[in-house]
């Protein structure tokens, strides 16, 4: 079949089951938008690039699909550049069009010409520039099979606009060769067999559940396992929603605001089954005195993660859904109860908590009156900053897929475009989204998007009126010196919200949260709650950077 | 230390500017790069002499050098039987006085003249890296003009290909 480039691409899009895109058109992506006229592609406009690619990332973590986000030249490529890194550093599936000045006017410092090749080539999986029309089938194709396929992650294609105009078979076409791409999916079974002898073996085992088993999909597996074998868990941020919450033997989120059982028994195991996570520095703290006399076994799909941090005493390459329904099966159960005996201990002993007052809201108190009325199936999304970080510990998430945030990159102003993403995949779930009054103004223009589509996105603003993370380290390190860190203008975002169409209310005392939880709760379209929250709290418990876990400030 | 990888990679426009990108962006310290094409012509061969602490490094350069989509090969050469070779083009200060010495020097070393000026010559040198540094040690006391060099190269001593291997 002969097409014009720009329904080429669009044929493309739909051969590889996309439905929707996120975008934002411009001068030479013009041609590419009117393929898009009546295709049957939904395309959602938001009001900056930055937020399409922030909501194709969250329409992808949610959904587990590839996310696509569409930008014109120069500017609007350029926009797409944060999201893009976002999604690298947290292996999300995404194809990235964007659209390039004409071939001939290439490098020539044009209108509207940004070299997007050159600049996404250290923040992308992979990437593409469009030159020979006949390739553009088969690149725009192999985009989604990289982006993914083994470990995901966002694949760039650049075409110039003068391709649109081409015509191009898409049926019979010739292929770019990729000798050296072939993600492994399965590893040697053998090197399980390793881990399980060693596990037999071992006296104070624990598990560490990163994203990678969300992305995987093998939560049920690991439910599975839990059950059979009473292994005692702990997660990473990215690997929250991947682990029931209620398990008896679960212990929490690992690392600087980790909680104080997770934090002793990484440092007081034997064994640590290290299963889809990298070893980030906000997890390890001081790497010299990381889990000092453990044997650690990483399971990954990624060869590149095995002694990247740490050197590792064994490894199981391959996909988790080919190696954790292996370790289920061959596990066998132990007696570790004197083991489980300590962390329980330790967990009733240290738990999370927070002095209340009388009047003041605490943030804390926010989170766990959403997570006290979460759906099932809600799906939390998170912004970044000390909010992130008590979404992470009190708010309890039921579902694989339910707790969306930067982790990798740690971007203030994912969180709204994320939840517009996430709400879009999944119509039919609640999405809840925690943002702090600083990462809400980074792109609070995409409340107009939620509002034109009426998306019915909860949004809780926790407002402690300036930058609370930012704070909470000048109190800590560098001794009280709020620089730049507080926002003298109060800016009144209920108001901000109803100039766009979203339905809002201010919290300023603590008798307002119950009755706002129930708005929020009952409300059909999107509503914003403005929370005035203590401006002064910490996040605790807290490891400072570069120190051991086990020097825990409570 | 001192270890010799050779890339096989997909000669796709922008290659080189990814393999060399990954290297300077991860912190890898390179002693040479050399890039050409080969007996396969949709492929290109980058010879990589890099400078590293212990093992585990060396297998992240490699690990990295071999995520990258474009990648179909990384083999570390120093694990197996292999030659190398550096070219480099000497110019030297070769004033009547000391063109004797010189021409000497370069028959020793069997390198070659491969242009001469009234003032300089220009010297053709070809061997293993330890090599050439000597021959440029001895160039030094009549007084190198400039000095050009390829980098390393290199191939195994087996039979086979790399690309088959």
Same mark, same amino acid.
């Given at each position: 079949m002969?097409?014009?480039? *720009?329904?080429?691409?669009?044929?493309?899009?739909?051969?590889?089951g996309?439905?929707t895109?996120?975008?934002?058109?411009?001068g030479?992506?013009?041609?590419?938008y009117d393929?898009?006229?009546? !295709? *049957?592609?939904?395309?959602?406009?938001?009001?900056?690039?930055?937020?399409?690619?922030?909501a194709a990332?969250?329409?992808a973590r949610a959904?587990?699909?590839?996310?696509?986000?569409?930008s014109?030249?120069?500017?609007?490529?350029?926009?797409?550049?944060?999201?893009?890194a976002?999604?690298?550093?947290?292996s999300?599936?995404m194809?990235?069009?964007?659209?390039q000045?004409?071939? $001939?006017?290439?490098?020539k410092d !044009?209108?509207?010409?940004?070299?997007?090749y050159?600049?996404?080539t250290?923040?992308?999986?992979?990437?593409?520039? /469009?030159?020979?029309p006949k390739?553009?089938?088969?690149?725009?194709?192999?985009?989604f099979?990289?982006a993914? !396929?083994?470990?995901? *992650?966002?694949?760039v294609?650049?075409?110039?606009k003068d391709?649109?105009?081409a015509?191009?078979?898409?049926? @019979?076409?010739?292929?770019?060769?990729?000798?050296?791409y072939n993600?492994?999916?399965?590893g040697?079974?053998?090197?399980?067999?390793?881990?399980?002898?060693?596990?037999?073996?071992?006296k104070?085992p624990?598990?560490f559940?990163?994203?990678?088993?969300?992305?995987?999909?093998? #939560? %049920?597996?690991?439910?599975g396992?839990?059950?059979?074998?009473?292994?005692p868990v702990?997660a990473?941020?990215?690997?929250? !929603?991947?682990?029931?919450?209620?398990?008896?033997?679960y212990? &929490?989120? /690992?690392?600087?605001h980790?909680?104080?059982?997770?934090?002793?028994?990484?440092?007081?195991c034997?064994?640590l089954l290290?299963m889809?996570?990298?070893f980030?520095?906000?997890?390890?703290?001081?790497?010299?005195?990381?889990?000092?006399?453990?044997?650690?076994?990483h399971? @990954?799909i990624d060869?590149?993660?095995?002694?990247?941090?740490i050197?590792?005493?064994?490894? /199981?390459?391959?996909?988790l859904?080919?190696?954790l329904p292996?370790?289920?099966?061959?596990?066998?159960?132990?007696?570790?109860?004197?083991w489980?005996q300590?962390?329980?201990?330790?967990?009733?002993?240290?738990p999370?908590?927070?002095?209340?007052?009388d009047?003041?809201l605490?943030?804390?108190?926010?989170?766990?009156g959403v997570s006290?009325?979460?759906?099932d199936?809600?799906?939390?999304?998170?912004d970044?900053? %000390?909010?992130?970080?008590?979404?992470?510990?009190y708010?309890?998430?039921?579902?694989?897929r339910?707790f969306?945030?930067s982790?990798?990159l *740690?971007?203030?102003g994912y969180g709204?475009?994320?939840a517009?993403?996430?709400?879009?995949?999944?119509?039919?779930?609640?999405?809840?989204?925690? /943002?702090?009054d &600083?990462?809400?103004?980074?792109?609070?223009?995409e409340?107009?998007?939620?509002?034109e589509?009426?998306?019915p996105?909860?949004?809780f603003?926790?407002?402690?009126? &300036?930058?609370?993370?930012?704070?909470?380290? $000048?109190?800590?390190?560098f001794?009280?010196h709020?620089?730049?860190?507080?926002?003298?203008?109060?800016?009144?975002?209920?108001a901000?919200?109803?100039?766009?169409g979203? %339905?809002?209310?201010?919290?300023?005392?603590?008798?307002?949260?119950k009755h706002a939880l129930?708005?929020?709760?009952? #409300?059909?379209g999107p509503?914003?709650?403005?929370?005035?929250?203590?401006?002064?709290?910490?996040v605790?418990?807290m490891?400072?950077?570069g120190a051991?876990?086990?020097d825990?400030?409570? | 230390m001192?270890?010799?990888?050779?890339?096989?990679v997909?000669?796709h426009?922008?290659?080189l500017y990814?393999?060399?990108?990954?290297?300077?962006?991860r912190?890898?310290n390179?002693?040479? +790069?050399a890039?050409?094409?080969?007996?396969?012509?949709?492929?290109?061969?980058?010879?990589? =002499?890099?400078?590293?602490?212990?093992e585990r490094?060396?297998?992240? +350069?490699q690990?990295q050098l071999a995520?990258?989509v474009? =990648? +179909?090969?990384?083999v570390?050469?120093?694990? +197996?039987?292999?030659i190398?070779?550096?070219?480099?083009?000497v110019?030297?200060?070769?004033?009547?006085e000391?063109?004797?010495?010189i021409t000497?020097? =370069?028959?020793i070393?069997?390198?070659?003249i491969?242009?001469?000026?009234?003032?300089?010559?220009v010297i053709?040198?070809?061997?293993?890296v330890?090599? =050439?540094?000597?021959?440029?040690e001895m160039?030094?006391?009549?007084?190198?003009v400039?000095i050009?060099?390829?980098?390393?190269?290199f191939i195994?001593r087996?039979?086979?290909?790399?690309?088959?291997?």
């Amino acid at each position: 079949m002969l097409l014009k480039g *720009g329904d080429a691409v669009v044929e493309v899009l739909k051969r590889e089951g996309v439905d929707t895109i996120f975008g934002y058109p411009g001068g030479v992506a013009l041609p590419l938008y009117d393929a898009l006229y009546e !295709s *049957g592609i939904r395309h959602i406009l938001t009001r900056h690039e930055q937020g399409a690619a922030h909501a194709a990332d969250g329409y992808a973590r949610a959904s587990g699909k590839v996310g696509v986000c569409l930008s014109t030249s120069g500017p609007g490529a350029t926009n797409l550049i944060t999201g893009i890194a976002t999604a690298n550093m947290d292996s999300v599936p995404m194809v990235v069009i964007t659209c390039q000045v004409t071939t $001939q006017l290439l490098g020539k410092d !044009s209108f509207q010409e940004a070299d997007v090749y050159g600049i996404t080539t250290p923040i992308s999986k992979h990437n593409f520039m /469009v030159k020979d029309p006949k390739f553009l089938p088969d690149i725009l194709s192999k985009a989604f099979y990289i982006a993914r !396929s083994g470990r995901p *992650g966002p694949v760039v294609v650049d075409i110039p606009k003068d391709l649109f105009f081409a015509n191009i078979e898409i049926d @019979d076409i010739p292929h770019l060769p990729f000798k050296g791409y072939n993600p492994i999916k399965e590893g040697k079974s053998a090197d399980i067999d390793i881990v399980i002898k060693a596990l037999a073996e071992a006296k104070r085992p624990l598990l560490f559940i990163g994203g990678g088993v969300v992305i995987s999909d093998m #939560s %049920q597996t690991l439910a599975g396992l839990l059950k059979k074998t009473n292994l005692p868990v702990i997660a990473s941020l990215l690997g929250l !929603s991947a682990v029931d919450h209620q398990y008896d033997n679960y212990l &929490g989120m /690992v690392g600087m605001h980790g909680t104080y059982a997770a934090n002793m028994a990484i440092s007081n195991c034997d064994l640590l089954l290290a299963m889809g996570v990298r070893f980030d520095d906000r997890v390890t703290g001081d790497i010299d005195k990381f889990a000092p006399n453990t044997k650690i076994a990483h399971f @990954d799909i990624d060869p590149s993660e095995i002694g990247k941090i740490i050197g590792v005493d064994y490894s /199981v390459l391959g996909d988790l859904s080919w190696s954790l329904p292996q370790v289920t099966d061959k596990a066998i159960v132990m007696d570790i109860s004197e083991w489980l005996q300590q962390l329980t201990n330790w967990k009733t002993e240290h738990p999370l908590k927070y002095n209340k007052k009388d009047a003041t809201l605490l943030p804390q108190e926010v989170i766990e009156g959403v997570s006290d009325i979460l759906a099932d199936d809600a799906i939390v999304v998170t912004d970044v900053g %000390q909010h992130q970080m008590w979404a992470a510990q009190y708010c309890r998430t039921r579902t694989p897929r339910g707790f969306l945030s930067s982790g990798g990159l *740690g971007t203030m102003g994912y969180g709204l475009p994320a939840a517009i993403g996430a709400q879009i995949a999944c119509p039919d779930q609640e999405v809840w989204l925690f /943002v702090g009054d &600083g990462g809400i103004m980074m792109n609070c223009q995409e409340l107009a998007t939620a509002s034109e589509h009426n998306l019915p996105i909860k949004i809780f603003v926790i407002n402690n009126h &300036g930058l609370g993370m930012v704070r909470q380290w $000048q109190r800590m390190f560098f001794q009280g010196h709020y620089s730049a860190s507080k926002h003298y203008a109060g800016t009144d975002f209920a108001a901000i919200a109803w100039a766009m169409g979203v %339905q809002s209310l201010t919290v300023k005392k603590k008798c307002g949260l119950k009755h706002a939880l129930e708005d929020a709760k009952n #409300s059909q379209g999107p509503i914003l709650i403005d929370v005035w929250v203590e401006d002064d709290e910490n996040v605790l418990p807290m490891v400072a950077p570069g120190a051991p876990l086990t020097d825990m400030m409570e | 230390m001192k270890n010799t990888i050779s890339v096989l990679v997909e000669n796709h426009p922008g290659v080189l500017y990814r393999v060399a990108g990954l290297i300077a962006r991860r912190g890898y310290n390179i002693a040479s +790069i050399a890039a050409s094409s080969t007996e396969e012509e949709n492929i290109t061969r980058i010879s990589i =002499v890099v400078d590293v602490t212990d093992e585990r490094e060396l297998e992240q +350069i490699q690990d990295q050098l071999a995520k990258l989509v474009e =990648v +179909i090969r990384v083999v570390n050469m120093t694990q +197996i039987d292999h030659i190398s070779r550096e070219m480099a083009l000497v110019k030297v200060n070769a004033g009547e006085e000391h063109r004797a010495d010189i021409t000497n020097l =370069v028959s020793i070393f069997r390198a070659k003249i491969i242009d001469v000026h009234p003032d300089t010559m220009v010297i053709e040198a070809t061997g293993d890296v330890g090599k =050439v540094n000597a021959f440029c040690e001895m160039m030094s006391k009549f007084g190198i003009v400039e000095i050009i060099r390829t980098g390393e190269i290199f191939i195994s001593r087996s039979h086979k290909r790399l690309i088959d291997n």
